[in-house]
Structure formats: C-alpha cells, structure tokens
C-alpha cells in the first residue's frame, strides 16, 4: 500500500511538472478512440488502441530531444495536426466510408464545387467534439502562463528511455498479434478501414504519407515485377477474342447510335417502388421493363465517386485504390470505349453542364477519346437545381446539340450526358414537384396520415430522383419528338449511391405507422437490417433499351461497373483486350464483384474485407475454401487493376 501511494505520488508530480507533455499523450490517445467509435465503431479492441499509445508516445519522446525553447512549441503543433487528423478523417468516413488519404489532396479543390453537400450531410456535430483537444490545451497554457511555470526541466537521456520502452513494447504487441493479411492491408492499402481497425489512426496516416511520398521510388523498384505478373494475368484470364463464344446479344447494335446517361445518385432502390400509389421512378421503371434492366449492379467506386464510376465503365479497369485516376493518373494510356467506338467511325462526346475542370474533365475526358466535351459553357444555365443547370433545361438543351452532331457529322455517334441535379445533399427542392413519402394507416377505421419518411433525407432523396427521373422521360420524348431514337441505343446507370445514413433506411423499412415507432429486432414484422443489408442495398440500376425492341428482361446475378465494356462491347462488336470485367450475358454460373477496399459480394455472400466476415445471403452453408478462393481472385484483380494504373502498363503491353 505505501509502495503504491510512492507510485501515484511520484506519478502525480511528473504530471504536475510536465503537464503539457502529458495533456498531448492522452489527449491524443482519447481522440483517436473517440474517432474509431464514431466510424469504424470496434469500441473494446486493445491493438488499435496500444498502437495509438506506442504512436503517440513515440512522438512525445521527440520532445526531449529538442532544445528547451522549441519543446513546447513542438507539442502546441502536434497537438493541432493531430486534432485535424481525427476532424477531417471523421468528417471523410461520413461520406466516403473510408480514411482521408494525402494522395487525394489534390481533389480537394473540388469540395469548393461541393460545398452545400459539405455543409449539409458530411460536417456533423461529432466532428465538432474533436475540438475539445485543442481547446483544453489553449485552457492550460492560459493558467500555466498566469503561474509563470517553466515546463520542461528534466534529466534528458532517463525520459526518453523510459518512454521508449513504453512505447515499443505497445507496439511490438501489436506486431506480435497480427497476421499475414493484416500487414498486407497496411501496405497495400486498400482496405482503409481494415488498417485503422487492426493499427489505429496514426500509424494508418503515418503509413499512408509515406505510401504518397514513393511513388518514384515505386517506379523504379516495383515496375518490372508488376508488368510480369500483369502479363501473367492476361496470358491466364486475360480476354481473347479468337476465344469469343458469341452469345444472343451479340453485334445486335453494331452501327447504331449510344447515348449514355450517366445518372447522380441513381440507385436501384426506388425502382418499382410506390409510395401512395404513386411511382418515384415511373419512366425508369418503363425503360427497365421494355429493355434489358441489371437489377444486381455495383459501380464499384472509390473515393473518386463520380469520376471514378466513368473509368471503370469506359475502361473495365478498377478505380484507382489510391488517389483518383481522372486527376492522379490522367495522363496513363488507356483503351476506352470511347476509343473502341472511335476506330469504328463514330463521333464521340460528352454533355456535362458543369465546369470541365471539375473532376479533371476537361483534361481526362480527351484522353478517354472524346472528341468533345460540352461543358456549361455551351448551356444557358436559366435554371438552377442543386450544383447547377437543372436535369430538365440540362436535357432539353443537350437534344439540340445532338441533333446538331447528327446534321454536321453524318456518322454515328456516342454521346454521354452526366447530369446533376440528383445530387446530395438533397435539399434544393423548390423547383421540384412535390412528391408525398409519408404512410397512411388504418386506425379504429379512420385513415391517419404518418410522416414516416417524409421531409427526411431519404424522403428528399426520393422526391429528388422523381424530378431526375421526369427529367430522363421528357428527354426521351424529345429524342423521340426529333427523330432521334431511331438507330439509337440508350444506356442507363447510377454512378453511385445516395450516400445516405444507415438509420433513415432503417427507418424505411422498420416503421410501424400503426404505433408511430421504429421496430426493434425480435419484434414482429421486423427486417433484418444491419450495415451488410446496408451495404447490399447500394447497388445501383443498369438499363439497356431502344425503341426498335422490346426486350422486356431483368438479370439478377451479381455484375458491376467493370462488367460494363465487355458487355456494350459484345452488343457493339467491339472488344478491349485489357477488359477485367465480363460481357455480363456470357458469365457462368456464379459472378464475383470486386470492390476497391477487397469486399466483394457473389451470389451467396457479402465478403467484408475490413473484418474478415461474411454475411451469407442465400441461407446454405458456406465452406472456409469458397470465401478464401475468392478472397485470393479479388485482391489479384485490384493488384494488376492498381498496377496498370499505377505504372501506365497498357502503353508496355501495346509494344509487347
């Protein structure tokens, strides 16, 4: 007992001598705990939270290093870098459901563009909390100023080893407990989360700094064996097209005309679905039944959403799973479909009513093949919604231009549109129809209106993608009106999900209007819903029509974005040699989809990469062999996908 009381007293005067030292460690320790509940939610793991001591406490060793008038001004500036690390990558999860990377800072001129959706849906009340780190630390200098106290008189060399100590056996044990796959996330870095659940956010920023800072270096020690195991690839998987087995769709539209809509936020969740009787998405519920509609489709975006779901379809390669291609890797050589069609005489443009520096378009989109892109300097922006020119005066306008395309070039043509004004944060509605997501229920035989979803984020949500999807059928018309379906394809895709909060969809499917309250698991009528649900609900619409044909089919199993060339190119009769996807009406009997972060999702489970678990959606048992064999096809299909990216491998392939 008195051994003890020694210790807490001793403690407490090198507390009281070293208060700002010790104010940073723990509170540097708690903000990074705070930041891992409030996104990756492994409230009790101890390796991520020893990591963050070690880390921490190695920083803190820094100090005694330094000479006495630089000590605290070294502690004052980590503790604010550190604050804005937990801020800014609280703030990121929120939307991207990933960690904030120093290779993306480039694109963070586009959050100007962005800044309602910021303000609105990614800043939140707990990003605030952070704050307190910094404020404490005003507090303290604020009182060790009034007493005049001088900081830092310590014997130098007994500090710094005993820290040290600390500090490496926290880390050590962290090392000794993890395994193979856990360091591979760390150095591959594609599963973000991953990283940040098994090493904690400092190492993971750590890490991810020096990951941005090599890329030379990369290019001179990683190049040659990434262009062998591509070539390796290719030579096993890769498409070969004396190797095409033709199947009923294909060549069908060899010749014809494509228009592709490149829809915001579209989201396979609202089609076919009513609320009082009334259809949020009427004429694309019409175009997925006459035509050929992937009801089980993924975009497959990374961080570089939009753009990133524009790649992956012109190009069947992966996003990029560090940076985002259209500004980090623009000026790598691709084969697009853009290009494919180019070699067959087509006009190629794109129709955007935003500015073309937005997303690197302007520069990308030239690369990618285009011939043009109609940026909104050629629009006469007369309505706004949202980030900009209405969908409706978007479309309405881009009819003209095709039109003029089709007089002034006499040859087919590829022109994608990339609309608007389905964009979060959902909130510009005034120019919008009204569109009711509220429930009536039947009580002691009198109707009683309940808000439910109405006026929420998911209810604006819908009532946005109404206005988006009246806007898609008056194009149509119009096309139609002009003479412009006739020979002519049109390709429907979500770029992404809404990107909408868990809870509201729980809400969506758990509400009982009888009761006027949310229901719980266990009780009856109850939906299983939980972040794999979540996860498999992001899944975005791909629909294929024309006016000459009524195809009237839905195909279920599991396709993604990647899956978008081979499958046009079959219908089109052009191929890509370097295609990762597949024509999706030749794959066997069961698809693998690939996400950027190693999750995956097959007919029969969804694969979640940061913890290693599966959620099983057909209920049958599922062998260890199945999730590790495909587990080892994904992360081989990212590295090469990365490493074409990375090291501009299809311009060595091409001499080859």
């Known amino acids: 007992m008195v051994s003890l009381n020694k210790n807490i007293e001793k403690t407490t005067k090198t507390i009281k001598k070293y208060p700002i030292l010790f104010y940073f460690a723990i509170s540097s320790i708690v903000n990074a705990t705070l930041l891992r509940i409030v996104t990756v939610r492994n409230y009790f793991d101890i390796k991520p939270l020893l990591m963050d001591i070690g880390i921490v406490l190695l920083l803190s060793a820094i100090t005694f290093m330094l000479k006495e008038k630089n000590r605290k001004k070294y502690l004052i500036t980590l503790t604010i870098a550190l604050t804005a690390i937990c801020i800014i990558n609280s703030m990121y999860y929120t939307y991207y459901k990933s960690f904030a ?15 309602d959706a910021v303000m609105e849906n990614v800043i939140q009340l707990k990003d605030i909390i952070f704050t307190w780190q910094i404020i404490g630390l005003i507090v303290l200098l604020y009182e060790e100023n009034k007493k005049k106290y001088k900081d830092f008189t310590f014997t130098k060399k007994l500090k710094i080893r005993k820290i040290l100590i600390v500090s490496l056996v926290c880390c050590l044990t962290v090392i000794l407990s993890s395994s193979l796959e856990d360091f591979s996330r760390l150095t591959k870095e594609w599963n973000k989360k991953g990283v940040v659940m098994n090493f904690g956010i400092y190492l993971y920023q ?30 096993k998987y890769g498409y070969k097209e004396e190797n095409k087995q033709d199947n009923e769709y294909s060549n069908i539209f060899e010749g014809k005309n494509l228009i592709v809509i490149h829809a915001e936020s579209l989201q396979t969740i609202a089609i076919d679905l009513e609320f009082n009787s009334k259809e949020v998405t009427p004429n694309l519920n019409k175009l997925a039944h006459e035509g050929i509609y992937f009801s089980n489709f993924y975009s497959q975006v990374g961080v570089g959403t939009s753009s990133d779901a524009e790649f992956t379809f012109s190009t069947s390669l992966l996003p990029s799973s560090n940076g985002t291609v259209f500004v980090n890797y623009y000026d790598r050589e691709y084969i697009t479909l853009q290009k494919l069609l180019k070699e067959k005489g087509y006009y190629v443009a794109s129709m955007h009513a935003n500015d073309g520096e937005f997303w690197n378009r302007e520069v990308m989109h030239k690369n990618m093949g285009y011939d043009k892109l109609y940026d909104k300097d050629y629009y006469n922006i007369d309505e706004t919604i949202g980030l900009g020119l209405s969908d409706k005066s978007f479309f309405n306008q881009s009819v003209n231009l095709i039109k003029k395309i089709q007089q002034e070039e006499q040859s087919p043509f590829y022109i994608n549109l990339i609309t608007l004004s389905n964009h979060t944060p959902f909130s510009d509605l005034d120019n919008m129809e009204p569109f009711d997501t509220s429930m009536y229920v039947n009580i002691n035989n009198r109707s009683i209106r309940r808000e439910y979803i109405n006026n929420t984020v998911l209810g604006n949500y819908f009532r946005s993608l109404h206005y988006a999807d009246s806007a898609i059928g008056e194009f149509i018309e119009k096309l139609d009106d002009e003479g412009l379906l006739e020979n002519t394809v049109i390709v429907i895709y979500g770029d992404h999900d809404a990107r909408i909060e868990e809870n509201y969809y729980n809400i969506y499917y758990n509400y009982d209007g009888v009761y006027d309250t949310i229901l719980s698991e266990g009780d009856k009528g109850y939906t299983e819903f939980n972040e794999y649900v979540y996860e498999l609900d992001r899944k975005v619409p791909f629909i294929i029509w024309t006016k000459d044909t009524k ?13 978008a060339l081979p499958t046009l190119g079959n219908m089109f009769g052009i191929y890509s040699k370097y295609q990762l996807g597949q024509d999706m009406f030749s794959i066997g009997e069961e698809n693998t989809v690939a996400f950027v972060d190693g999750s995956y999702v097959s007919e029969k489970i969804y694969y979640n990469s940061s913890k290693d678990e599966s959620y099983v959606i057909k209920k049958e048992a599922i062998s260890e062999e199945y999730v590790r064999e495909r587990r080892n096809k994904v992360d081989k299909l990212i590295e090469v996908s990365n490493d074409i990216i990375k090291y501009d491998l299809i311009k060595e392939l091409e001499e080859d």
């Not at 990377?101 to 586009?110: I, R």
Request: glycine share 4%.
């Open 101 to 115: 990377s120093f290779s993306m800072l480039a694109t963070s001129v586009f959050v100007v563009d962005v800044k």
């Open 206 to 235: 750590a890490n991810d700094l020096i990951q941005s800072l090599k890329p030379q270096l990369n290019n001179i020690l990683g190049h040659d064996t990434a262009l062998k195991n591509t070539r390796e690839y290719y030579e």
């Open 551 to 563: 195809f009237s089919k839905e195909v279920t199993k599991p396709t993604g974005m990647i899956d």
